[in-house]
T-cell receptor, first 114, second 110 residues
């Protein structure tokens, strides 16, 4: 069974541009989570999607946005890129609420803003 | 105030010893707790999760939860060099978010 897959693996953008990151959850999983892991920092929660709806977002500005498609895959968009957006962006999926089960991570997209 | 705190380490143990990793959390509403292992440059991989007070064992790994003390730990028995990684503790806050600690770097010395 395929795990969580993310694309692209690496992405280089210039400041001010937009970045689009993609995630396919494990088959059967309806919840998708996005996290940012900047160098030397812990994982910071960005967004949670479930059944096509944004359910919660972390403490990030509105230029971080996303969506979840009918097939439960998800997209993270980062507008007006800033240098400090350079980080590993991780997607995770779960079968149901995290109090009852675990989340599995994809391999991540490393975004570099120059 | 940090939600989840871990000693950043590094923690060094000799091969075959027990490695003890600790984590405290601030939100008493946290329901479930997770331990992930992250190798350098890789994504986190789940080791185990626990939501009841007490111990939960899986192979060489034992997670311990004490909700009264707001304390979670992970014991790794018979530590191997391949266990060398950063271990992330995470708490589910009741809002279906995972709050992660900054991780403890473990080095197992052959």
């Amino acid at each position: 069974e395929a795990g969580v897959t993310q694309s692209p693996t690496h992405l280089i953008k210039t400041r001010g541009q937009q970045a689009t990151l993609r995630c396919s959850p494990i088959s059967g999983h309806t919840s998708v989570y996005w996290y940012q892991q900047a160098l030397g920092l812990g994982l910071q929660f960005l967004l949670w999607y479930d059944e096509g709806e944004e359910r919660n977002r972390g403490n990030f500005p509105p230029r971080f946005s996303g969506r979840q498609f009918p097939n439960y895959s998800s997209e993270l968009n980062v507008n007006a890129l800033e240098l400090e957006d350079s980080a590993l962006y991780l997607c995770a999926s779960s079968l149901e609420r995290l109090m009852n089960t675990e989340a599995f991570f994809g391999q991540g997209t490393r975004l570099t803003v120059v | 105030q940090k939600e989840v705190e871990q000693n950043s380490g590094p923690l060094s143990v000799p091969e075959g010893a027990i490695a003890s990793l600790n984590c405290t959390y601030s939100d008493r509403g946290s329901q479930s707790f997770f331990w992930y292992r992250q190798y350098s440059g890789k994504s986190p991989e789940l080791i185990m999760f626990i939501y009841s007070n007490g111990d939960k064992e899986d192979g060489r790994f034992t997670a311990q939860l004490n909700k009264a003390s707001q304390y979670v730990s992970l014991l790794i028995r018979d530590s191997q060099p391949s266990d060398s990684a950063t271990y992330l503790c995470a708490a589910e806050t009741g809002a279906n978010n995972l709050f992660f600690g900054t991780g403890t770097r473990l080095t197992v010395i052959p």
